[in-house]
Structure formats: structure tokens, C-alpha cells
């Protein structure tokens, strides 16, 4: 399941990946790590929730931001 998400919201959740993920590292992913270096794909990515982890493991832990994507993308449902 793929969450949309403005630009504001990407910010927000960047913030939290960055301080709360403990798979990203220096913007890189451990979990995508096979001996080189992987960007962090939320990081790039500014329209969507992409990753598992994050969506299943990190976002719960932030029910405020958390909320508002879940809000934004019943809003979107019409």
C-alpha cells in the first residue's frame, strides 16, 4: 500500500527518517544495503510512503503525522 503525501508532509516525514529510522544512516538504507551504498528511498521521494519500515515500524510511533497522512489520503478518496 502506497501512501500519497503533499510536500509538506514529506518534510515532516524526512525530518523522522533521518532522526528516528535507525535503518538510514547517513541518508543511505541499511536494509537495501548489499555491500554498496543505496540512497534512502523515502528520502527521494516526495509524493509517496515507499517504504515498509517506515510505514509499518516508524510512522506509528508519530501519531500526529501519522494522522494527518492517513487524513490527506482519505481526503483524496473523495
Known amino acids: 500500500?502506497?501512501?500519497k503525501i503533499?510536500?509538506?508532509?514529506s518534510e515532516r516525514v524526512n525530518r523522522i527518517v533521518r532522526h528516528s529510522c535507525c535503518n538510514c544512516i547517513d541518508d543511505n538504507c541499511l536494509l537495501l544495503d548489499d555491500g554498496e551504498e543505496h540512497s534512502c528511498v523515502q528520502l527521494i521521494?516526495?509524493?509517496g510512503i515507499?517504504?515498509?519500515y517506515l510505514l509499518k515500524c516508524v510512522l506509528p510511533?508519530?501519531?500526529k503525522l501519522y494522522g494527518?497522512?492517513?487524513a490527506y489520503n482519505?481526503?483524496?478518496k473523495g
Not at 503533499?6 to 508532509?9: C, D, P
Open 74 to 76: 482519505e481526503k483524496l
Open 50 to 52: 515507499y517504504c515498509n
Open 61 to 63: 510511533a508519530f501519531p
Open 45 to 47: 521521494s516526495k509524493y
Open 68 to 70: 494527518d497522512i492517513l
Open 6 to 9: 503533499t510536500e509538506e508532509l
Open 1 to 3: 500500500m502506497v501512501l
